[in-house]
C-alpha cells in the first residue's frame, strides 16, 4: 500500500511546493508527512515531470480492471483539449481527496504512535509481570487501531479515486 500512497502523491501538482518525509513508526510503519520526522529526517526526492503515460480516466479504469490501455491520441485540437480539461479535473480532484483523507489519518496515527511510545517507556520500566502484560495488551490495541485507520485511509481513497474517474467523464460529455 505504500506504493500507492508514493503514486498519489506524484500526482499532487506542481505548484504544492511543501516538502515531503517519509517516516517510519516504532511498530514498523510507513508514514508520509509534511513535517520531518526526526532530526535526521530529509524531503523525499519527488519527480518534477509529468509521467511518460498521461493519467487518464480510461487508463485508471483499464489499470483497475486489468485491461491493457489504448494508446492512441486524439486527431484534432479540441478533442485534445477536452482530454487535457479532464485530466486536470481528475487530477484537482485527487489531489483534493488525499490531502482531505490522509492528511487527518495521518494525523490520527500519529497520535496513536505518540501513545504507543509512551507505553513502551512504561513497559521498559514496569516491574511486575501483570502490569508488563497489561502495557503489552493496551499497545496490541494501539497496533490493530493503526492498521484499521491505515486500511479505512486507503479504502477512502479508492472510492474518492473512483468518484473523480466517473466525475471527469460525466463532465467530458
Do not use: W
Not at 491520441?73 to 485527487?94: F, G, Q, V, Y
Not at 484499521?148 to 463532465?171: D, P
Amino acid at each position: 500500500m505504500p506504493a500507492i500512497l508514493f503514486i498519489l502523491l506524484l500526482l499532487l501538482p506542481a505548484t504544492a511546493a511543501a516538502d515531503v518525509y517519509k517516516c517510519k513508526g516504532r511498530s514498523g510503519e510507513t508514514m508520509y508527512s509534511e513535517h520531518p520526522c526526526d532530526a535526521r529526517a530529509e524531503p523525499m526526492k519527488l519527480r518534477d515531470t509529468r509521467p511518460s503515460e498521461p493519467f487518464t480516466a480510461a487508463a485508471t479504469a483499464a489499470a483497475e480492471n486489468g485491461q491493457a490501455r489504448n494508446t492512441e491520441t486524439p486527431a484534432s485540437a479540441d478533442n485534445s483539449s477536452e482530454l487535457e480539461a479532464m485530466r486536470a479535473a481528475e487530477k484537482s480532484c485527487i489531489a483534493d481527496a488525499t490531502a482531505s483523507i490522509y492528511g487527518p489519518s495521518n494525523d490520527r496515527v500519529g497520535t496513536l504512535q505518540q501513545q504507543m511510545s509512551l507505553l513502551n517507556e512504561e513497559l521498559a520500566k514496569a516491574n511486575d509481570a501483570e502490569r508488563s502484560q497489561a502495557l503489552r495488551t493496551r499497545m496490541a490495541t494501539f497496533r490493530q487501531a493503526i492498521t484499521r485507520e491505515h486500511n479505512n485511509a486507503h479504502t477512502q481513497m479508492g472510492n474518492a479515486r473512483r468518484r473523480c474517474i466517473e466525475l471527469a467523464k460525466t463532465s467530458d460529455r
